[in-house]
């Protein structure tokens, strides 16, 4: 069956880094445009970024350009999510999801990041 896994979330200072890592299985993981995305506390879901199949194409979004930077190991069926200069609003549970046509049809658990001093 799909499963998306996160793993690298925690707790870090304003300024400092993270990478979350997703491991896919289940499906042909080079075949999909796969998306981070996250959500605050209290608030709504945010796309952040996606890559597609290939890893040729990013796009990110106007909160996380210039900080986050999406790839992926088609090799190792994972995708990443490097992020630096993190902010205090960037704390939130961190997804990733599988793109199908439209719409994300294969969710992770989610992992949290929390950007506090």
């Known amino acids: 069956q799909v499963q998306l896994v996160e793993s690298g979330g925690g707790a870090v200072q304003p300024g400092g880094s993270l990478k979350l890592s997703c491991v896919a299985s289940?499906?042909?993981?080079?075949?999909?445009?796969i998306t981070w995305v996250r959500q605050a506390p209290g608030k709504g879901l945010e796309w952040v970024s996606h890559?597609?199949?290939?890893?040729?194409?990013?796009r990110y979004g106007d909160s996380v350009k210039g900080r986050f930077t999406i790839s992926r190991d088609n090799a190792k069926n994972t995708l990443y999510l490097q992020m630096n200069s993190l902010k205090p609003e960037d704390t939130a549970v961190y997804y990733c999801?599988?793109?199908?046509?439209?719409?994300?049809?294969?969710w992770g658990q989610g992992t949290q990041v929390t950007v506090s001093s």
């Open positions: 999801a599988r793109r199908a046509s439209y719409t994300y049809d294969y």
């Open positions: 289940g499906f042909t993981f080079s075949s999909y445009t």
């Open positions: 890559i597609n199949g290939g890893g040729s194409t990013t």
